[in-house]
């Protein structure tokens, strides 16, 4: 069984920065993706990344202020959000596959992690 479980969120001002950790038990991790929900919206994907990394994936509204990392010895993968603005709140959910190739899309994840709550004020 693969658990996941996201910590780093919390209230931060715009401009400011946060750094989302994701750490999965049992299995080594292929995909990998970050989604989030802000208050009264769809789950929408931010970026996704490879076991080695040599392919990723972000959302346009995030591309350039966020980063996707991970350390596979550790079986842990990172979201480091930069810029932030107020727009960019919500819950931020990862989520893991067994396969080697990542998505965008939702229903290619079997594993989800309970989300963390990022508060971006202005």
């Known amino acids: 069984q693969v658990q996941l479980v996201e910590s780093g969120g919390g209230l931060v001002q715009a401009g400011g920065s946060l750094r989302l950790s994701c750490a999965a038990s049992g299995r080594t991790l292929y995909a990998i993706g970050w989604f989030r929900q802000a208050p009264g919206k769809e789950r929408e994907f931010v970026a996704a990344?490879?076991?080695?990394?040599?392919?990723?994936y972000y959302a346009a509204p995030v591309k350039g202020r966020f980063t996707i990392s991970r350390d596979n010895a550790k079986n842990t993968v990172y979201l480091h959000l930069n810029s932030l603005k107020p727009e960019d709140t919500g819950v931020y959910y990862c989520a893991a596959d067994l396969e080697v190739v990542p998505s965008t899309r939702e229903g290619e994840y079997f594993y989800w992690g309970q989300g963390t709550q990022v508060t971006v004020s202005s």
């Open positions: 990344s490879s076991r080695s990394g040599s392919s990723i």
